[in-house]
């Protein structure tokens, strides 16, 4: 099979300079609007989608987002292997605004969004247990390093409903599960692209630190914009580059993002 590298923007990521032959489209979906028309394009002969999360001029709130419809027309495009680009806020010390963390686990505390495209007449239950696609990260940390960046590789993201940010209590409980990083819309696009069989990973770019941290009162959305522009350049590059290096043949999946669903329906064939 082919690869088709999606890469979804969040706050700060609104366009990626550079995709030849590259155009605005509008996607259908059946599942509502994706948060914006899609920019296809070309990187080395391989075919590159990207979606600003939040809709260019940041018109949706991580709540508002509809992951379905996103998910559901990046696969409609045939994306095969998804990035997704993500600011945080850093649960540890050596994780300092303008840090790049791959991610390997999540934890889902949001409650207000659709998290599957199975319901009533289809059920299925994929597994999750590692969100993470290895041999994506495996592309994204050598690009990482490539560009002499701060980088972690591992770290768990827990995902918040928000859209206010933590209190000082949620940040320390969070921090005393052993998370790492903290933001509002790795869920549930993680567990949907597992179910459209697509390979994801994260690059959660560090703006801030969380609440338990004495730092944290200087933060506003304005320090975070002031991060995310500093880095902004540093993101698009990064993306450039893991289309640069990404095999042009897809590869399968160690931990099953491309066959989730071959194990997954319980009802049955002829409902
Ligand atoms: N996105 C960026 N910083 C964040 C934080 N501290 N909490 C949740 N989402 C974030």
Same mark, same amino acid.
């Given at each position: 099979? /082919?690869?088709?590298?999606?890469?979804?923007?969040?706050?700060?990521?609104?366009?990626?300079?550079?995709? *030849?032959?590259?155009?605005? $489209?509008?996607?259908?979906?059946?599942?509502?609007?994706?948060?914006?028309?899609?920019?296809?394009?070309?990187?080395?002969?391989?075919? %590159?989608?990207?979606?600003?999360?939040?809709?260019?001029?940041?018109?949706?709130?991580?709540?508002?987002?509809?992951?379905?419809?996103?998910?559901?027309?990046?696969?409609?495009?045939?994306?095969?292997?998804?990035?997704?680009?993500?600011?945080?806020?850093?649960?540890?010390?050596?994780?300092?605004?303008?840090?790049?963390?791959?991610?390997? $686990?999540?934890?889902?505390?949001?409650?207000?969004?659709?998290?599957?495209?199975?319901?009533?007449?289809?059920?299925?239950?994929?597994?999750?247990?590692?969100?993470?696609?290895?041999?994506?990260?495996?592309?994204?940390?050598?690009?990482?390093?490539?560009?002499?960046?701060?980088?972690?590789?591992?770290?768990?993201?827990?995902?918040? *409903?928000?859209? $206010?940010? +933590?209190? /000082?209590?949620?940040?320390?409980?969070?921090?005393?599960?052993?998370?790492?990083?903290?933001?509002?819309?790795?869920?549930?696009?993680?567990?949907?692209?597992?179910?459209?069989?697509?390979?994801?990973?994260?690059?959660?770019?560090?703006?801030?630190?969380?609440?338990?941290?004495?730092?944290?009162?200087?933060?506003?959305?304005?320090?975070?914009?002031?991060?995310?522009?500093?880095?902004?350049?540093?993101? $698009?590059?990064?993306?450039?580059? %893991?289309? /640069? +290096?990404?095999?042009? *043949?897809?590869? *399968?999946?160690?931990?099953?993002?491309?066959?989730?669903?071959?194990?997954?329906?319980?009802?049955?064939?002829? /409902?």
């Amino acid at each position: 099979m /082919k690869a088709v590298l999606g890469i979804i923007g969040g706050s700060g990521l609104y366009n990626i300079p550079g995709f *030849e032959n590259a155009l605005w $489209q509008r996607v259908e979906s059946p599942w509502g609007e994706p948060s914006d028309d899609l920019l296809i394009g070309e990187i080395d002969g391989l075919k %590159v989608v990207f979606l600003p999360r939040h809709g260019r001029g940041h018109v949706h709130s991580p709540s508002a987002i509809n992951y379905r419809a996103n998910i559901d027309a990046l696969k409609r495009e045939g994306v095969t292997d998804l990035i997704s680009v993500s600011a945080c806020g850093s649960l540890k010390e050596e994780y300092k605004p303008g840090t790049f963390v791959l991610v390997d $686990q999540f934890i889902d505390r949001t409650i207000a969004r659709e998290k599957s495209f199975f319901g009533t007449g289809c059920v299925a239950h994929v597994s999750i247990a590692d969100p993470i696609s290895p041999l994506l990260v495996d592309v994204v940390e050598a690009s990482c390093k490539a560009a002499g960046l701060a980088y972690h590789r591992g770290g768990t993201y827990l995902a918040m *409903e928000g859209p $206010q940010f +933590s209190s /000082k209590a949620e940040s320390h409980l969070y921090r005393s599960w052993g998370c790492d990083v903290i933001g509002m819309t790795n869920m549930p696009e993680a567990k949907l692209a597992r179910e459209a069989e697509i390979s994801y990973s994260t690059i959660a770019m560090v703006t801030d630190y969380d609440s338990w941290h004495a730092d944290h009162g200087n933060v506003d959305i304005n320090a975070i914009l002031k991060v995310l522009h500093e880095n902004v350049d540093t993101a $698009q590059k990064l993306v450039l580059s %893991v289309a /640069k +290096s990404l095999p042009r *043949e897809h590869e *399968e999946c160690p931990v099953g993002s491309n066959s989730a669903l071959e194990y997954a329906i319980l009802t049955a064939a002829d /409902k």
